[in-house]
């Protein structure tokens, strides 16, 4: 009897640590799950794109200014990149329509960036619908065709975002690499910045006028990447050549 009890304790010692072992396992799986999700989502909604599987995107962000831009798509003509993303505010496009038109011609992807820069998060929808409609509108003078991608212009959303974007028939595009440069850290910063970019890393860039270190940061940073045997892409390329979970967004 006292054998059949001691058996008995070990038996449930050895199936508590397997059962231990288990959550454990669960718990580590989800948070690695939450912590590499490549896309945020409403429940049983629409998503919004920040990671991909495959190659790297760089896309470059444009709301105000009229000195930086050219500059940088000439250095990615210089460095041979043929794939990039410029998201790019209808007021700047409006204003700056000889860029929009190199940028098109030397096949670069144009996303949207709203019209006014606004912080989207702390509008009324119908604010969001305004703006998102006049940056459609200001586009569509310049003859853009096929804008697929929106970008919140300051990178604040919500749930009520996707869903319009949605009715847009727009998908919503984040970033996984952040590069900082708007802060003007120094070129050693920005190109550390990106160091981590692996395959399937969205980079964020600007080409505003406030980043004023951004063009003198690309060739190294760009050096660096095809280092890691990364093929550039623009994020339609990648959105289509990916699967991707999803994170609920509130």
Request: aromatic residues 10%; charged residues 25%.
């Amino acid at each position: 009897m006292k054998f059949f009890m001691v058996l008995q304790a070990r038996n449930i010692k050895f199936y508590s640590v397997i059962l231990l072992t288990a959550l454990f396992t669960a718990w580590f799986l989800f948070v690695q799950n939450i912590l590499h999700a490549p896309v945020f989502s409403t429940e049983d909604g629409p998503k919004a794109v920040y990671k991909g599987e495959k190659n790297v995107a760089i896309t470059f962000n444009i709301g105000w200014g009229d000195e930086k831009a050219a500059p940088i798509i000439e250095t990615l003509k210089k460095e041979n990149i043929k794939s990039a993303t410029f998201f790019l505010s209808g007021s700047w496009a409006e204003r700056h329509p000889e860029l929009v038109a190199q940028i098109a011609k030397e096949g670069y992807e144009i996303g949207m960036l709203g019209y006014d820069y606004k912080d989207y998060s702390e509008m009324e929808d119908q604010e969001i619908i305004r703006d998102i409609a006049k940056a459609q509108e200001a586009f569509k003078k310049l003859n853009v065709k096929n804008i697929d991608l929106l970008r919140a212009p300051t990178g604040h959303f919500d749930k009520r975002l996707l869903k319009i974007s949605d009715n847009f028939g727009y998908t919503v595009v984040h970033w996984s690499i952040d590069s900082k440069d708007w802060t003007n850290p120094g070129v050693e910063r920005i190109v550390q910045n990106i160091e981590k970019a692996q395959k399937g890393d969205i980079i964020l860039l600007h080409a505003s006028d406030s980043a004023k270190q951004t063009n003198k940061a690309l060739p190294e940073l760009l050096n660096d990447l095809r280092a890691k045997n990364l093929t550039f892409v623009n994020v339609s390329e990648m959105i289509s050549n990916s699967s991707a979970s999803s994170e609920e967004i509130r």
